[in-house]
């Protein structure tokens, strides 16, 4: 069973800056960050391969940066420019090839105020 810790989130004012952070226990093919609103369907936000390749939801690009370290199996989020929208808990997401699996932590909330 592959461990996910994220760690960063809190209580930020709009336009303001936070990072996420999540460390596995193992090393993912795939890490990334969904997030999901009480009552919504969780979605993606971005995601980093082992290779470099990122991908990030239209809502966040420009403003979030995902960057990955693999010697650590940690990936980070760097959110500027937070909007109220932005607002929600953000899941860690690890995939393995090697049998398709997916993982997720506990998620960590992040509040935006105005």
């Known amino acids: 069973q592959v461990q996910l810790v994220e760690s960063g989130g809190g209580l930020v004012q709009v336009g303001g800056s936070l990072r996420l952070s999540c460390s596995a226990s193992?090393?993912?093919?795939?890490m990334g960050w969904y997030r999901q609103i009480p009552g919504k369907q969780r979605e993606l936000v971005a995601t980093?391969?082992?290779?470099?390749?990122?991908n990030y939801a239209d809502s966040v690009k420009g403003r979030f940066t995902i960057s990955r370290d693999n010697a650590k199996n940690t990936v980070y989020l760097q959110m500027n420019s937070l909007k109220p929208d932005d607002a929600a808990i953000y899941y860690c997401?690890?995939?393995?090839?090697?049998?398709?699996?997916?993982?997720w932590g506990k998620g960590t909330l992040v509040t935006v105020s105005s």
């Open positions: 980093n391969t082992s290779g470099g390749i990122t």
């Open positions: 997401y690890a995939h393995f090839r090697a049998g398709s699996q997916n993982y």
């Open positions: 193992a090393s993912p093919d795939i």
